[in-house]
């Protein structure tokens, strides 16, 4: 059983910087891609970046290109997330996911995750 917590989330104004990680147990999170993603109030769970078992690959939504950067310490069984120049507009819960199946085998970014963590609040005022 895979478990997976998210933590690093807080209250930042706009501009300022925060780093999320997921730690994540049990070993069926090995040779998977892992992503983030975040929902904000009334608005559908959406898609933010995500990276494969090696690293070697990465993807990002485009309106956090060039700021958010993902990474992984598979020694260490962390995901983070690291988030520069937040925007008010970047508030949401984040959540990081698991892929259904191992070395990306259903495409990349995964087209879904077979498990999910908790959550962890990200707000940005303005």
Same mark, same amino acid.
């Given at each position: 059983?895979?478990?997976?917590? %998210?933590?690093?989330?807080?209250? #930042?104004?706009?501009?300022? /910087?925060? &780093?999320? /990680?997921?730690?994540? /147990?049990? $070993? =069926? ?6 992503? *983030?993603? &975040? ?6 769970? %959406?898609?933010? @970046?995500?990276?494969? *078992? =090696? !690293?070697?690959? =990465?993807?990002?939504? +485009? @309106? #956090?290109? !060039? &700021?958010?950067?993902? @990474? &992984? +310490? ?18 949401? #819960? ?5 892929? $259904?199946?191992?070395? /990306? $085998? ?8 077979? =498990?999910? !963590? ?5 707000? #940005? @005022?303005?």
């Amino acid at each position: 059983q895979v478990q997976l917590v %998210e933590s690093g989330g807080g209250l #930042v104004q706009a501009g300022g /910087s925060l &780093r999320l /990680s997921c730690v994540l /147990s049990g $070993r =069926t999170f090995s040779r998977k891609a892992v992503g *983030w993603l &975040r929902q904000a109030p009334g608005k559908e769970r %959406e898609f933010v @970046s995500a990276i494969t *078992w =090696t !690293g070697e690959n =990465t993807a990002y939504t +485009d @309106s #956090v290109k !060039g &700021r958010f950067t993902i @990474s &992984r +310490d598979n020694a260490k069984n962390t995901v983070y997330l690291q988030m520069n120049s937040l925007k008010p507009e970047d508030t949401a #819960v984040y959540y990081c996911a698991v892929d $259904r199946v191992i070395y /990306s $085998r259903t495409g990349f970014p995964p087209p879904s995750y077979a =498990t999910w !963590g908790q959550g962890t609040q990200v707000t #940005v @005022s303005s």
